[in-house]
T-cell receptor, first 109, second 117 residues
Protein backbone atom coordinates (compact mmCIF):
# COMPACT_ATOMS: atom_id res chain seq x y z
CA UNK A 1 0.00 0.00 0.00
CA UNK A 2 1.39 3.38 -1.03
CA UNK A 3 1.63 5.98 1.70
CA UNK A 4 0.81 8.56 -0.95
CA UNK A 5 -1.98 7.74 -3.39
CA UNK A 6 -1.39 9.56 -6.65
CA UNK A 7 -4.04 9.71 -9.37
CA UNK A 8 -4.53 9.26 -12.18
CA UNK A 9 -1.68 6.91 -13.02
CA UNK A 10 -1.96 7.64 -16.75
CA UNK A 11 -3.37 10.69 -18.49
CA UNK A 12 -3.52 11.34 -22.23
CA UNK A 13 -4.98 14.65 -23.37
CA UNK A 14 -5.01 17.02 -26.33
CA UNK A 15 -2.96 20.19 -26.45
CA UNK A 16 -4.87 23.07 -24.87
CA UNK A 17 -6.82 21.01 -22.35
CA UNK A 18 -6.60 21.46 -18.60
CA UNK A 19 -5.75 18.68 -16.15
CA UNK A 20 -5.36 18.01 -12.46
CA UNK A 21 -3.21 15.40 -10.72
CA UNK A 22 -4.03 14.47 -7.15
CA UNK A 23 -1.84 13.26 -4.32
CA UNK A 24 -3.62 12.02 -1.18
CA UNK A 25 -2.54 10.50 2.11
CA UNK A 26 -3.84 9.78 5.59
CA UNK A 27 -0.51 11.05 6.97
CA UNK A 28 0.49 14.62 7.71
CA UNK A 29 3.65 15.88 6.03
CA UNK A 30 5.93 18.74 7.00
CA UNK A 31 6.27 19.53 3.31
CA UNK A 32 5.36 18.12 -0.06
CA UNK A 33 7.27 18.27 -3.31
CA UNK A 34 6.37 17.76 -6.97
CA UNK A 35 8.93 16.44 -9.43
CA UNK A 36 8.92 15.91 -13.18
CA UNK A 37 10.91 13.16 -14.87
CA UNK A 38 11.90 12.83 -18.52
CA UNK A 39 12.73 9.40 -20.08
CA UNK A 40 16.22 8.23 -19.20
CA UNK A 41 16.76 10.95 -16.61
CA UNK A 42 16.26 11.48 -12.91
CA UNK A 43 13.38 13.51 -11.47
CA UNK A 44 13.73 17.29 -11.32
CA UNK A 45 12.08 19.36 -8.61
CA UNK A 46 9.20 21.61 -9.68
CA UNK A 47 8.02 22.99 -6.34
CA UNK A 48 8.01 22.53 -2.58
CA UNK A 49 4.91 23.44 -0.55
CA UNK A 50 5.19 23.81 3.19
CA UNK A 51 2.19 25.61 4.68
CA UNK A 52 -1.30 24.13 4.85
CA UNK A 53 -3.48 25.79 2.20
CA UNK A 54 -0.47 27.11 0.32
CA UNK A 55 -0.84 27.72 -3.41
CA UNK A 56 2.16 28.17 -5.69
CA UNK A 57 2.14 28.98 -9.38
CA UNK A 58 4.82 28.15 -11.90
CA UNK A 59 3.69 29.61 -15.25
CA UNK A 60 0.77 27.34 -16.29
CA UNK A 61 1.25 24.97 -13.33
CA UNK A 62 -0.60 25.56 -10.06
CA UNK A 63 0.27 23.56 -6.95
CA UNK A 64 -1.86 23.42 -3.84
CA UNK A 65 -1.15 21.93 -0.41
CA UNK A 66 -4.21 20.84 1.54
CA UNK A 67 -5.17 22.68 4.71
CA UNK A 68 -4.36 19.61 6.82
CA UNK A 69 -1.07 19.01 4.94
CA UNK A 70 -2.19 15.51 3.94
CA UNK A 71 -2.90 16.08 0.26
CA UNK A 72 -1.85 18.13 -2.71
CA UNK A 73 -2.82 18.80 -6.30
CA UNK A 74 -1.09 19.87 -9.48
CA UNK A 75 -3.21 21.70 -12.05
CA UNK A 76 -1.93 22.41 -15.56
CA UNK A 77 -3.75 24.98 -17.64
CA UNK A 78 -3.71 24.77 -21.45
CA UNK A 79 -1.37 21.79 -21.55
CA UNK A 80 1.33 21.71 -24.21
CA UNK A 81 3.27 18.77 -25.71
CA UNK A 82 6.31 19.96 -23.76
CA UNK A 83 4.43 19.12 -20.53
CA UNK A 84 4.63 15.42 -21.42
CA UNK A 85 6.45 13.49 -18.73
CA UNK A 86 6.22 11.52 -15.50
CA UNK A 87 5.06 13.61 -12.54
CA UNK A 88 5.77 12.58 -8.95
CA UNK A 89 4.53 13.88 -5.64
CA UNK A 90 6.67 13.27 -2.57
CA UNK A 91 5.71 13.77 1.06
CA UNK A 92 8.45 14.68 3.49
CA UNK A 93 8.85 14.31 7.24
CA UNK A 94 12.38 15.15 8.37
CA UNK A 95 14.65 12.68 6.54
CA UNK A 96 11.88 10.37 5.34
CA UNK A 97 10.64 11.09 1.83
CA UNK A 98 7.85 8.94 0.35
CA UNK A 99 6.83 9.14 -3.29
CA UNK A 100 3.52 8.47 -4.95
CA UNK A 101 3.34 5.97 -7.82
CA UNK A 102 3.64 8.74 -10.41
CA UNK A 103 1.39 10.11 -13.16
CA UNK A 104 2.45 9.59 -16.74
CA UNK A 105 1.12 12.53 -18.74
CA UNK A 106 1.00 12.58 -22.54
CA UNK A 107 -0.09 15.77 -24.31
CA UNK A 108 -0.88 15.24 -27.96
CA UNK A 109 -0.40 18.07 -30.48
CA UNK B 1 29.66 21.33 -10.99
CA UNK B 2 28.91 17.82 -12.22
CA UNK B 3 25.98 17.47 -9.79
CA UNK B 4 25.11 13.87 -8.97
CA UNK B 5 26.89 11.21 -11.00
CA UNK B 6 26.11 7.50 -11.12
CA UNK B 7 27.99 4.59 -12.60
CA UNK B 8 27.42 2.33 -14.37
CA UNK B 9 24.48 3.44 -16.51
CA UNK B 10 23.50 -0.13 -17.38
CA UNK B 11 24.37 -3.46 -15.74
CA UNK B 12 23.34 -7.08 -16.24
CA UNK B 13 24.00 -9.56 -13.43
CA UNK B 14 23.37 -13.21 -12.86
CA UNK B 15 21.50 -14.33 -9.76
CA UNK B 16 23.89 -14.52 -6.83
CA UNK B 17 26.48 -12.11 -8.20
CA UNK B 18 27.51 -9.06 -6.22
CA UNK B 19 28.14 -5.53 -7.39
CA UNK B 20 28.40 -1.94 -6.23
CA UNK B 21 26.51 0.96 -7.74
CA UNK B 22 28.53 4.14 -7.43
CA UNK B 23 27.15 7.58 -6.58
CA UNK B 24 29.05 10.83 -6.13
CA UNK B 25 28.05 14.47 -5.66
CA UNK B 26 30.14 17.64 -5.69
CA UNK B 27 27.66 20.02 -4.06
CA UNK B 28 28.78 19.37 -0.46
CA UNK B 29 25.33 18.02 0.41
CA UNK B 30 24.93 16.33 3.76
CA UNK B 31 21.96 14.19 2.73
CA UNK B 32 22.28 11.38 0.19
CA UNK B 33 19.84 8.62 -0.65
CA UNK B 34 19.17 5.68 -2.91
CA UNK B 35 15.84 4.89 -4.57
CA UNK B 36 14.60 2.17 -6.82
CA UNK B 37 11.99 2.86 -9.46
CA UNK B 38 9.65 0.13 -10.62
CA UNK B 39 6.64 0.46 -12.97
CA UNK B 40 3.45 1.37 -11.13
CA UNK B 41 5.21 1.72 -7.78
CA UNK B 42 6.99 5.03 -7.98
CA UNK B 43 10.29 5.74 -6.31
CA UNK B 44 10.96 3.79 -3.12
CA UNK B 45 13.64 4.78 -0.63
CA UNK B 46 16.25 2.06 -0.01
CA UNK B 47 18.81 3.71 2.30
CA UNK B 48 19.79 7.23 3.18
CA UNK B 49 22.59 9.09 4.94
CA UNK B 50 22.60 12.42 6.77
CA UNK B 51 26.38 12.71 6.80
CA UNK B 52 29.66 10.84 6.65
CA UNK B 53 29.58 7.78 8.88
CA UNK B 54 25.79 7.87 9.34
CA UNK B 55 23.36 5.70 7.38
CA UNK B 56 19.81 4.53 7.94
CA UNK B 57 17.27 2.25 6.34
CA UNK B 58 14.47 3.46 4.13
CA UNK B 59 11.31 1.75 2.96
CA UNK B 60 12.89 -1.24 1.12
CA UNK B 61 16.40 -1.89 2.56
CA UNK B 62 16.55 -5.72 2.39
CA UNK B 63 19.26 -7.06 0.07
CA UNK B 64 21.18 -3.78 -0.04
CA UNK B 65 24.07 -2.34 1.99
CA UNK B 66 25.43 1.19 2.05
CA UNK B 67 28.29 3.08 3.63
CA UNK B 68 29.23 6.76 3.75
CA UNK B 69 32.95 7.22 4.35
CA UNK B 70 33.09 10.67 2.71
CA UNK B 71 30.60 13.48 2.12
CA UNK B 72 30.89 13.03 -1.64
CA UNK B 73 30.36 9.27 -2.11
CA UNK B 74 27.48 6.96 -1.25
CA UNK B 75 27.86 3.51 -2.85
CA UNK B 76 25.06 0.93 -2.87
CA UNK B 77 26.08 -2.71 -2.60
CA UNK B 78 24.12 -5.77 -3.70
CA UNK B 79 25.76 -8.74 -1.98
CA UNK B 80 23.81 -11.50 -3.75
CA UNK B 81 21.66 -10.20 -6.58
CA UNK B 82 18.15 -11.55 -7.10
CA UNK B 83 15.75 -11.12 -10.05
CA UNK B 84 13.48 -9.07 -7.75
CA UNK B 85 16.23 -6.44 -7.69
CA UNK B 86 15.84 -5.76 -11.41
CA UNK B 87 15.01 -2.07 -11.42
CA UNK B 88 16.23 1.42 -12.18
CA UNK B 89 18.25 2.85 -9.30
CA UNK B 90 18.54 6.55 -8.57
CA UNK B 91 20.89 8.30 -6.20
CA UNK B 92 19.93 11.73 -4.88
CA UNK B 93 21.49 14.40 -2.68
CA UNK B 94 20.36 17.54 -0.90
CA UNK B 95 21.04 19.78 2.06
CA UNK B 96 19.43 18.58 5.25
CA UNK B 97 15.84 19.61 5.93
CA UNK B 98 15.46 23.00 7.56
CA UNK B 99 14.48 23.51 11.16
CA UNK B 100 10.82 23.46 10.09
CA UNK B 101 11.34 19.95 8.74
CA UNK B 102 10.63 21.00 5.18
CA UNK B 103 12.71 19.31 2.53
CA UNK B 104 15.34 21.00 0.44
CA UNK B 105 15.68 20.39 -3.28
CA UNK B 106 16.78 16.83 -4.02
CA UNK B 107 19.12 16.48 -6.99
CA UNK B 108 18.88 13.13 -8.72
CA UNK B 109 21.50 11.32 -10.75
CA UNK B 110 20.71 9.92 -14.20
CA UNK B 111 20.03 6.41 -12.89
CA UNK B 112 21.45 2.90 -13.25
CA UNK B 113 19.34 0.34 -15.08
CA UNK B 114 20.02 -3.06 -13.49
CA UNK B 115 18.84 -6.41 -14.83
CA UNK B 116 19.29 -9.57 -12.79
CA UNK B 117 18.88 -12.79 -14.76
Amino acid sequence: TQLLEQSPQFLSIQEGENLTVYCNSSSVFSSLQWYRQEPGEGPVLLVTVVTGGEVKKLKRLTFQFGDARKDSSLHITAAQPGDTGLYHCAGVNNNDMRFGAGTRLTVKP
Amino acid sequence: NAGVTQTPKFQVLKTGQSMTLQCAQDMNHEYMSWYRQDPGMGLRLIHYSVGAGITDQGEVPNGYNVSRSTTEDFPLRLLSAAPSQTSVYFCASSYLPGTSGSADTQYFGPGTRLTVL
